[in-house]
């Protein structure tokens, strides 16, 4: 290995893991944001739904651990968000266009997510009450955040650290 080539994957594995943690984390913070404030105009405390992300591990028992079921919850709901953002990430590795166009790509990438969570993940959870999806007002603004926060987000941080 020449120097040339060992600064360049010096430079590169710190971009990726920024762009793979601000994507993350961001669109984290928007869904886990956006899902306190809907539920509370719905009488669901905050502490409810942290646990209620828990309760996709632990099943219906999560409501019962107080902040330490909301804590997991918390934890689990970033690394399903950050694992997002490595998928992005690493198939725009290869799919360059996808950093190219991140306003186009963003949203549909969102869809992705919000179909992957609701016919794949939800359906598997640990709490039966996740296992079936009805559409409702609830569904509706889930998918638009996806689209319009999540997936952006995700896309963005990408073609930042990507340059």
Not at 89 to 103: A, C, D, E, G, M
Not at 112 to 136: E, W
Request: glycine share 8%; proline share 5%; net charge positive.
């Amino acid at each position: 290995m020449n120097a040339t080539s060992a600064n360049h994957s010096v430079v590169q594995k710190p971009r990726a893991l920024a762009a793979i943690l601000w994507g993350g984390v961001i669109a984290g913070a928007f869904d886990l944001t956006y899902a306190t404030v809907f539920y509370s105009f719905r009488g669901v405390k905050p502490i409810r739904v942290s646990q209620s992300i828990a309760s996709g591990l632990l099943g219906p028992k999560a409501y019962e651990g107080g902040v330490a079921t909301a804590i997991l919850g918390v934890v689990l709901h970033f690394v399903i968000a950050i694992g997002a953002a490595t998928v992005f990430y690493l198939v725009s590795r290869k799919l360059t266009f996808l950093t190219q166009k991140p306003i186009l790509w963003g949203p549909l990438y969102g869809a992705a997510i919000y179909f992957f969570m609701h016919f794949v993940v939800l359906p598997l959870a640990a709490n039966p009450r996740f296992r079936t999806t009805t559409i409702s007002i609830a569904t509706i603004s889930d998918f638009a955040v996806h689209m319009i926060l999540i997936g952006p987000s995700i896309a963005l941080a990408a073609r930042r650290f990507s340059r």
